[in-house]
């Protein structure tokens, strides 16, 4: 599906094509191999992949950092979206991830609306985690 989907955008000379894999679980191997696949065949004829979202919740806590080391392995990923960051998860993954996988937290989800997901601004992350308030 990807491909006929790569192929159709560059037939209507689309610049971007969006692909959800949503529901990918890190511990079954032959999901993320199909994950691994469906990547691979982003790249083929006339696609080229620029960026590979990993999004993941803010409350999942230290499993966070096995689901991301185990997608960007299968996928290249380039950077998190990190959702739920407005509940009671206090976001402790964001150093993990990038220590130890180098991945950019890209964006957060500070709410349920489209608006509520905004660029990540490590100062305001900071700020608000030493903040006395």
Known sequence: ????AVEAAAARKADVV???????????????????KVRRVADKGAGSVTEVLL????????????????????TDV????????????????????????DLPVKLVGLGESATDLVDFDAGEFVDALVSTD
């Open 1 to 4: 599906m990807i491909f006929d």
């Open 18 to 36: 969006l692909a959800d894999t949503a529901g990918r679980l890190h511990t079954k191997t032959n999901l993320m191999d199909e994950l691994a």
């Open 55 to 74: 999004v993941l919740d803010a409350t999942t806590g230290q499993n966070g950092l096995n689901q991301a080391r185990q997608f960007a392995e299968a």
């Open 78 to 101: 380039t950077g998190v979206v990190l959702t739920k960051l407005d509940g009671s998860a206090k976001g402790g993954i964001v150093f993990a991830i990038r220590a130890e996988l």
